[in-house]
T-cell receptor, first 111, second 116 residues
Framework: RKEVEQDPGPFNVPEGATVAFNCTYS??????FFWYRQDCRKEPKLLMS???SGNEDGRFTAQLNRASQYISLLIRDSKLSDSATYLC????????????FGGGTRLMVKP | ETGVTQTPRHLVMGMTNKKSLKCEQH?????MYWYKQSAKKPLELMFV???????ENNSVPSRFSPECPNSSHLFLHLHTLQPEDSALYLC???????????????FGSGTRLTVV
């Protein structure tokens, strides 16, 4: 099993659609989780941290399911500018500040 | 402006060359990292520095040599690289975690390296 696993996609959705990505992680004791966004040929940028109770930032909602060891990202009312690769990131072994990155899920929002 | 600056943005080097990548952060962070991103592969951690001390070397070949003179600067010295080392090299910084790490990393724009 990969340490942090994501469906690579691509997810092709029309503008205005709602889309959700899941990500599974291998260590049930992991404590911190993040979603990053990476545009083509650019660096990853922090989109949001994922809190135990779930959290929302505008059109974006992140959830954590510890029992099933996955996190999710929901994007409502998709915009063309949401087209990017979304990286799931986990502090797997709670080893200080070391993060493990998933391979990313590519989203393409079409007009 | 990300607060983490990497130079050069692009680098083409021969297998016998020696070059260095530079990273500087202006965020007051005390941890810095080198990651490698190859096409269609996840980011791979290479090195971690906390308070300018190397705390992680992820089995990186010795042709990659990191240097961290202070908490704001990080270098990656390259020599006798192979074509398969061509990739995007990303520097990141963060605060060192005292407990649960909730801050994430800030990345630089990366150096796109091509070895010919």
């Amino acid at each position: 099993r990969k340490e942090v696993e994501q469906d690579p996609g691509p997810f092709n959705v029309p503008e205005g659609a709602t889309v959700a990505f899941n990500c599974t992680y291998s260590n049930s004791a992991s404590q911190s989780f993040f979603w990053y966004r990476q545009d083509c040929r650019k660096e990853p940028k922090l989109l949001m941290s994922v809190y135990s109770s779930g959290n929302e930032d505008g059109r974006f909602t992140a959830q954590l399911n510890r029992a099933s060891q996955y996190i999710s990202l929901l994007i409502r009312d998709s915009k063309l500018s949401d087209s990017a690769t979304y990286l799931c990131v986990v502090n797997l072994n709670n080893a200080g500040n070391m993060l493990t990155f998933g391979g990313g899920t590519r989203l393409m929002v079409k007009p | 402006e990300t607060g983490v600056t990497q130079t050069p943005r692009h680098l083409v080097m021969g297998m016998t060359n020696k070059k260095s990548l530079k990273c500087e952060q202006h965020l007051g962070h005390n941890a810095m990292y080198w990651y490698k991103q190859s096409a269609k592969k996840p980011l791979e951690l290479m090195f971690v520095y906390n308070f300018k001390e190397q705390t992680e070397n992820n089995s990186v070949p010795s042709r990659f040599s990191p240097e961290c003179p202070n908490s704001s600067h990080l270098f990656l010295h390259l020599h006798t690289l192979q074509p398969e080392d061509s990739a995007l090299y990303l520097c990141a910084s963060s605060l060192s975690a005292g407990g649960v790490f909730m801050d994430g990393y800030t990345f630089g724009s990366g150096t796109r390296l091509t070895v010919v």
